[in-house]
T-cell receptor
Framework: GNSVTQMEGPVTLSEEAFLTINCTYTATGYPSLFWYVQYPGEGLQLLLKATKADDKGSNKGFEATYRKETTSFHLEKGSVQVSDSAVYFCALSEGGYQKVTFGIGTKLQVIP | NAGVTQTPKFQVLKTGQSMTLQCAQDMNHEYMSWYRQDPGMGLRLIHYSVGAGITDQGEVPNGYNVSRSTTEDFPLRLLSAAPSQTSVYFC???????????FGQGTRLTVV
């Protein structure tokens, strides 16, 4: 079956530091890949997505590139802010958005 | 825009009690899903639906029932609550033409 692997964290960074959260996946076909973000006490929001190999998703300074050869979708941001503190979920979907497979989520803490 | 609405936000149940978690969406989405979120486990799919009258099991369906009598509503029923069902529950919806799943704010359930 499908699976997504990411580190749980927490990841603690100082403001303006560079962020990388690794994500690798296993899928039987050609999935769409997502990063969702969950702020404290809230539901999940889509941060960015990529639907085919070599696509780059970007939003709010975050980027991730769909790498089929390494089955990866690592999340990066050049300069994090305190407001980026949240839990980040890597996810994939095959064949429809009624079934999304999530990683365990990585908690990011950004300190001033 | 209401989006996906879940009620209640918080609930405490005694072992053996039953209850229904409500989920409604106003986006005319075909797909609706229920997930549970547990520490170290990410989000796991409980049940999903691809349209009114059609439901199917996800990864962790035991102890939960669903029905989809209308496009808008997708309630999740716990027939006899157990402490292992203590979790945060998220409802999500998505349309065939959409490129993401939209999440509700979550229901935090504690079974004592």
């Amino acid at each position: 079956g499908n699976s997504v692997t990411q580190m749980e964290g927490p990841v603690t960074l100082s403001e303006e530091a560079f962020l990388t959260i690794n994500c690798t996946y296993t899928a039987t076909g050609y999935p769409s890949l997502f990063w969702y973000v969950q702020y404290p006490g809230e539901g999940l929001q889509l941060l960015l997505k990529a639907t085919k190999a070599d696509d780059k998703g970007s939003n709010k300074g975050f980027e991730a590139t769909y790498r089929k050869e390494t089955t990866s979708f690592h999340l990066e941001k050049g300069s994090v802010q305190v407001s980026d503190s949240a839990v980040y979920f890597c996810a994939l979907s095959e064949g429809g958005y009624q079934k999304v497979t999530f990683g365990i989520g990585t908690k990011l803490q950004v300190i001033p | 825009n209401a989006g996906v609405t879940q009620t209640p936000k918080f609930q405490v149940l005694k072992t053996g009690q039953s209850m229904t978690l409500q989920c409604a969406q106003d986006m005319n989405h075909e797909y609706m899903s229920w997930y549970r979120q547990d520490p170290g486990m990410g989000l796991r799919l409980i049940h999903y639906s691809v349209g009114a009258g059609i439901t199917d099991q996800g990864e962790v369906p035991n102890g939960y029932n669903v029905s989809r009598s209308t496009t808008e509503d997708f309630p999740l029923r716990l027939l006899s609550a157990a402490p292992s069902q203590t979790s945060v529950y998220f409802c999500a919806s998505g349309g065939i033409m959409n490129t993401e799943a939209f999440f509700g704010q979550g229901t935090r359930l504690t079974v004592v």
